[in-house]
């Protein structure tokens, strides 16, 4: 019986499979393969920093508080925005982008997805996307990571694999300004809350609000004074090796 393959097929099916091999896998396949959530992720102590991160996106004065202390002491975090914000405030965010700071997913009304079909998150995406697009530019370039409205699907298995699916990692918190904060919350107290969990590999939850955005400029000093490096999300994720 003769065999299926010549000794010169095989041959460069052999040679083929070399070439292939000093190619790898673009950085966006490679991601897709290597995040398998269950659950958000909730901290990156591999990545030797904290990330600052806030949510939302009401209101301009609270938006422009919050660029102007992070502009003044030269520190870039994570803005997870509703795309229904982004869409109020496009010079805000331009400006926001502009200083380094990078803006992601976070749904475009804020509603709970816990319970969304994956035909209708999918359409969520879609359509925060192409607002991003809209208001940032075409050349800028979407993080692939994202926030849940509320924490909705943080422990979803049918919500992460489609999140992961995609290529996004899925973004929790270990401090939260907003329910770790005893009533009635003031700056002062965040600020204090805020230098109480800095350590490497927290990622603190912040909101574009009144209370939060006043905090910042009496906790950043101090931050940098404890030299634990500050970051985004997208930076820390790089910098441990996940995505």
Same mark, same amino acid.
């Given at each position: 019986?003769?065999? @299926? ?51 939302? =996106? ?6 422009? @508080? ?91 298995? @049918? ?5 992961? =699916? ?22 002062? +107290? ?23 955005? +006043? ?29």
């Amino acid at each position: 019986m003769k065999p @299926r393959f010549s000794i010169g097929t095989i041959a460069v099916f052999l040679v083929l499979a070399l070439i292939f091999s000093c190619f790898p896998l673009s950085a966006s396949a490679a991601s897709v393969t290597t995040i398998n959530q269950t659950a958000a992720l909730r901290s990156i102590p591999e990545s030797g920093m904290m990330c600052l991160t806030f949510d939302d =996106g009401y209101g301009p004065t609270n938006i422009k @508080r919050v660029l102007d202390s992070l502009r003044e002491e030269g520190i870039c975090c994570t803005f997870f925005v509703i795309g229904k914000c982004l869409k109020s405030y496009p010079d805000l965010w331009k400006q926001a982008v502009a200083d380094g700071h990078e803006i992601a997913y976070h749904s475009m009304r804020h509603y709970s997805m816990g319970r969304w079909s994956n035909k209708k998150i999918l359409a969520d995406i879609e359509a925060w996307n192409k607002v991003a697009k809209e208001v940032l530019g075409e050349d800028y370039v979407i993080p692939k990571i994202a926030r849940l409205p509320g924490g909705s699907g943080h422990r979803n298995s @049918r919500i992460l694999k489609l999140f992961n =699916g995609l290529g996004y990692t899925v973004i929790g918190w270990n401090a939260d300004t907003l329910t770790g904060v005893k009533k009635p919350r003031t700056a002062k +107290k965040v600020a204090s809350y805020v230098l109480r969990h800095a350590k490497v590999g927290t990622i603190c939850l912040q909101h574009f609000n009144s209370v939060d955005s +006043k905090s910042v400029s009496l906790y950043l000093k101090k931050l940098k004074e404890k030299g634990i490096p500050l970051g985004r999300i997208s930076d820390a994720l790089a910098a441990a090796n996940i995505g």
